[in-house]
Every structure is written in C-alpha cells, then in structure tokens.
C-alpha cells in the first residue's frame, strides 16, 4: 500500500487547509491512520491520530483547531487545519499502522510542505 499526502500551500495565519491522505490499497486494514510533522531544524512530532473505531488523538498543540477523519470510502484520511499559525509551519506526513500479533508495520506518504505566514 502507498499512501500519496496532499493539499499543502501557504496561507497567511489564522486561514484553513485541508490535507489528504490517498491510499493505494483499502484503508479499512489499518489499525491507526495518523499525521505527523516536521518543522525545519525539528525532531518530526505527532499531530493527529485516528483508530479503525474511529476513536481520535491530538496533540495538545493542535486541540481545538485540527480535526482528523477518515472516508474508507474513498481510501483517503483528512486533516482539517483551522487558525493556522506560523508555528504549524513544517512538512506534513501521513502514517498509517498495520498492527499484527507481534509485529507492527509502518507505512509514510512522502509529506506535503504547509507554510502559514504571520
């Protein structure tokens, strides 16, 4: 399965993007989806997680103004960023976990560059 990460820009603080996680395959396998980032000069952190039972995490940074989904539908994971601040500037990764007795599998889109400018 690949995951392809999409919809980063720049947008000025306070504005909204959507990011998108299309995956190759079915997502309904996956025990967790998430969104992780790394800002320049920084360690990649968490953002976001979602369960298959839909259950959500966030990280303290980002309550409140981020919202993760998914859509098995169409294979794809969301992450809705609003009142964006310069300090959410970083390239943004989706995740997804396999987890299986004993054994856990990560997979990594290729990460999509969100600039918010003060």
């Known amino acids: 399965v690949q995951l392809q990460a999409s919809g980063g820009g720049l947008v000025q603080a306070g504005g909204s993007l959507r990011l998108s996680c299309a995956a190759s395959?079915?997502?309904?396998?996956?025990?967790?989806q998430g969104w992780y980032r790394q800002a320049p000069g920084k360690q990649r952190e968490f953002v976001a997680d979602?369960?298959?039972?839909?259950?959500?995490n966030y990280a303290d940074s980002v309550k409140g103004r981020f919202t993760i989904s998914r859509d098995n539908i169409k294979d794809t994971v969301y992450l809705q960023m609003n009142s964006l601040k310069p300090e959410d500037t970083a390239v943004y990764y989706c995740?997804?976990?396999?987890?299986?007795?004993?054994?856990?599998?990560?997979?990594w889109g290729q990460g999509t560059l969100v600039t918010v400018s003060s």
């Open positions: 995740n997804a976990v396999l987890q299986r007795p004993g054994r856990r599998t990560d997979f």
């Open positions: 395959g079915s997502i309904v396998s996956f025990n967790v």
């Open positions: 979602i369960t298959s039972a839909g259950g959500t």
